[in-house]
């Protein structure tokens, strides 16, 4: 008898334990959670859509103002420019790829893969949020066209054909992008 009420005794304690250290777990998972969020907070990282209200506006006229003639044709006309002419398609410096629209910066060279298409690929967005997708319909095809989520500018599309991690391939028209070396 008192063997048993040991057994159980020592049973109850270990279960007591069990859901303390997992009591504890939980919590720091917690505080880790919301320190990650004030850092994203704090370095304006993982915007949202929702959350960028930032977003800049102008007439045809004023963006034919700061565009080139190629820059309003492609980033305002969702134009296309030819493929191996851009800037950047066989660019390979280190550093950041801006809007040229507005300056949001949009991707990472690290993202930066050869897709031997002609134009700059990339296989994600430097950052979540700062670029916005509409299905594209036109000549024939059903593509994603991608835009600034900022300014709206086309950028060019994103396909499912791209390298790991994320299996994707962002094909960009260079004259839609400035480049920041680092
Ligand atoms: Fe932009």
Redesign the pocket.
Known sequence: MLRHLIFIGSLLLFIAFAVVIALNKQEEQKVVKSQLMALNDSTGNNKTGDQMKDK?VKTDAEWKAILTDEQYHV?REKGTERPFTGKFWDHKETGTY???????V?FESITKFDAHCGWPSFYAPGDSGVIAENSDYSHGMVRTEV???????HLGHVFNDGPKPTGLRYCINSVSLIFEKK
């Not at 801006?98 to 949001?104: H, N």
Request: aromatic residues 0%; charged residues 20%; hydrophobic residues 35%.
């Open positions: 800049i980033m801006k809007c040229a629209g507005c300056g949001e949009l835009i600034c989520n900022k300014c709206g500018a």
